[in-house]
């Protein structure tokens, strides 16, 4: 098992900078693709970016340039930097980790732009 605990959403006006980390604990030998997704009013939820355990890396093309997927192997974590915020950036953003048997999602965090 592996429990997601996702941190570091609010409230930001647009132009402004975020950074979202999830911390992956419990009973598990590996973590292997890491990523964030995101679920806007009324839409449904999408890839944001993703990473592989080697570091190979996915953007959505609507964050390219404005957001960065990290990850730390050793502390199971993964990061979203998030600058030039904008207000369709608005969304519960959740991370996901995967090991050879399934996926895992955390709970949720709100991330809101202002205009």
């Known amino acids: 098992q592996v429990q997601l605990v996702e941190s570091g959403g609010g409230l930001v006006q647009a132009g402004g900078s975020l950074r979202l980390s999830c911390v992956a604990s419990?009973?598990?030998?590996?973590?292997?693709?890491m990523g964030w997704y995101r679920q806007g009013p009324g839409k449904q939820r999408e890839l944001v970016a993703s990473?592989?355990?080697?570091?190979?890396?996915n953007y959505a093309d609507s964050v390219k340039g404005r957001f960065a997927i990290s990850r730390d192997n050793a502390k199971n974590t993964v990061y979203l930097q998030m600058n030039s915020l904008k207000p369709e950036d608005t969304a519960v953003y959740y991370c996901?980790?995967?090991?050879?048997?399934?996926?895992?999602w955390g709970q949720g965090t709100q991330v809101t732009v202002s205009s």
């Open positions: 990473i592989s355990r080697g570091g190979d890396i």
């Open positions: 419990g009973t598990f030998t590996t973590i292997y693709d």
């Open positions: 996901n980790a995967g090991t050879a048997l399934r996926d895992y």
